[in-house]
């Protein structure tokens, strides 16, 4: 709709002001139903779920809803499940952060030196394919069973995620415009800032989100493996105690941390790339 | 006149042939001068190293043998006194339209004040005034163009090397930015060496126009062109002389094309 209008028409008639007020009413009435639409099939397997419980499958194996609801409010109103989540919550962030700083400075050291990248790329290469759940046992060895193996364990999956993007996507920006600004008169750190870290955010973004449920591999299976706190013990144990009811609030709690980091991942994207969403339209309704 | 700005001395280029142990000559002895505020057309056919020679005079590419000279100083490093008009506009796409003319000024260190004021001239002079904070994503491919130019003209750059600038652009386009491209470059007294392949092109807006022929490309001809100006591109038929000109080219370009395999 506004494609098609001219470039100077961003601002309306005031004459127009009734119909676009019905205008934005309608936008908000289809934006609610879209919602809606969105929810009918997690309700639906919620449903679905309750009343299979008990009746097709034993409740044992698989619990509730309600009863996950009612696990969930007894573990936040006793206040037992703080110090999981504190734990849990820092192993994240210290992980998440130093993967993706060494991923992001790593990737762009390599991407811009090609003498660099010949040496250092086989050993990365073999490393990546290493699969990094293995090496939980020798980091509880190495770190202790402290925070400090799961941020090792968190951050290694996430630096080789946001590595790989970052390091091709420094190597993807286009020679000519490189020649373009040294020929401006851009010098090495102005080339860097103007143009590689720009041309290579897209891809350092698209590394971030793809890591953020990595981040999370990385710590639950460093807590399953040995650990004195966290919300992986805490649901490891729940499991072994027959208790699916615990399994699943863990786990419900683990989908919040991922919800709330892909939100903010996605805030951070639109603030940085906003040019990329502003692509083929005219004028600039926001 | 001797106001010489560039010179091309006896140059010579291989490039290393895929698969192969001997190098392929491009290019083979070409030799001609740019004058301050002429505008020199070069035309050959593709692949004969037509753009390369902008490389070398933007200082992107040592020749391999001969030299590049501008204002008799030899160019071996990046030169910053050129500026470069490429193919494709090659905006910053991260960067509004203002932000984009913008950043050659910033590079250079000039101040804030000046950097407005020059920016906003550049912008004007291409006729791009109200698309300051467009994204080029958001601007069609001749405004595009006008873009880069403007990007160019903001440093005012000792002479400006434009490489098939309107190659992309569609017929209409294509004519208005030629009859654009005539006015600025008359307004600066703008010192260009334009690539192109297209002969109507080359003799509308050049001074001079130099043949080049298939690779190993050596130098067919450098042809003097007299018509007055302002010329009209909108109908180069109608400009006095410009058959006369046109054929004086195509007479040293025909026998590349009709011999043409390689294209």
Redo the contacts between chains.
């Keep these: 709709m506004t494609e098609s209008k001219p ?2 028409d961003i601002a309306y008639d005031a004459s127009e002001g009734d119909t676009t007020s019905r205008r934005r009413l309608s936008a908000y009435a289809a934006k609610a139903l879209q919602w809606l639409l969105k929810l009918v099939p997690g309700i639906a397997l919620l449903v679905f779920w309750q009343w299979a419980s008990g009746r097709l499958i034993k409740e044992i194996y698989v619990s509730k809803p309600t009863a996950v609801a009612q696990r969930l409010y007894e573990l936040f109103a006793s206040g037992e499940i703080y110090p999981h989540l504190w734990t849990t919550g820092q192993e994240l962030v210290f992980g998440y952060v130093i993967g993706v700083a060494g991923g992001v400075i790593g990737g762009y050291t390599l991407g811009r030196s090609l003498r660099l990248a010949r040496i250092f790329e086989p050993y990365v290469m073999a490393f990546y394919g290493v699969p990094k759940i293995a090496l939980a046992p020798l980091f509880i060895i190495w770190f202790g069973i402290g925070m400090g193996s799961k941020i090792a364990l968190a951050s290694i999956m996430v630096f080789f995620l946001v590595f790989y993007n970052v390091f091709a996507g420094v190597r993807s920006v ?1 020679r ?2 490189v ?9 090495q750190r ?1 080339l860097t800032y ?2 590689f870290l ?2 290579a ?1 897209p891809f350092v973004m698209l590394g971030m989100r793809l890591a953020i449920p990595y981040s999370v591999i990385g710590v639950i299976v460093g807590e399953f493996t040995s650990s004195a706190q966290g919300l992986g013990l805490f649901i490891h144990e729940a499991s072994s105690t027959y208790d699916p009811a615990g399994v699943f609030a863990g786990i419900v709690i683990l989908l919040g941390f991922v919800t709330i980091a892909n939100f903010l991942a996605g805030r951070l994207e639109r603030q940085l790339l906003r ?2 969403s ?5 004028p ?1 309704d926001i | 006149m001797g106001d010489r700005v560039l010179a091309f001395e006896a140059i010579g280029q291989d490039f290393p042939a895929p698969g192969q142990r001997t190098n392929i000559r491009v290019l083979d002895g070409i030799n001609f001068e740019v004058d301050r505020g002429k505008f020199v057309a070069v035309i050959g056919p593709s692949g004969c190293g037509k753009s390369t020679l902008l490389q070398m005079a933007a200082g992107l590419l040592m020749p391999t043998r001969g030299a590049v000279r501008h204002r008799g100083r030899k160019v071996s490093t990046i030169n910053t006194e050129v500026g470069f008009v490429p193919q494709q506009a090659q905006l910053f796409p991260w960067k509004t339209l203002a932000e984009n003319v913008e950043l050659p000024l910033l590079l250079r260190g000039v101040a804030a004040d000046e950097r407005r004021e020059r920016v906003a001239n550049a912008i004007g002079s291409v006729g791009l005034e109200g698309f300051e904070q467009h994204f080029p994503s958001q601007l069609s491919g001749g405004m595009q163009k006008r873009g880069s130019i403007a990007r160019t003209l903001v440093y005012r750059p000792d002479i400006i090397l434009m490489d098939e600038p309107f190659g992309a652009l569609d017929a209409q386009t294509r004519m208005v930015m030629q009859s654009d491209l005539q006015t600025l470059s008359m307004e600066a007294g703008a010192t260009i060496v334009f690539v192109t392949h297209d002969i109507t092109e080359a003799v509308l807006l050049a001074d001079h126009v130099v043949v080049l022929s298939q690779r190993p490309s050596r130098l067919l001809a450098n042809i003097p062109i007299d018509l007055p100006r302002p010329r009209n591109t909108f109908e180069p038929f109608r400009n006095l002389g410009f058959e006369a000109a046109y054929d004086a080219v195509w007479t040293e370009f025909r026998s590349q094309i009709d011999t043409g395999h390689v294209h």
Excluded: C, F, K
């Excluded at chain 1, 020649?179 to 010098?187: D, E, F, P, Q, R």
């Excluded at chain 1, 502003?278 to 005219?282: D, F, I, K, M, V």
């Design positions: 470039i100077s286009d000519e415009l020649n373009l600004t040294l020929v401006m008169g851009a010098n102005q103007h143009v720009p041309a955010a040019w990329r502003l692509s083929g339209t005219g600039i």
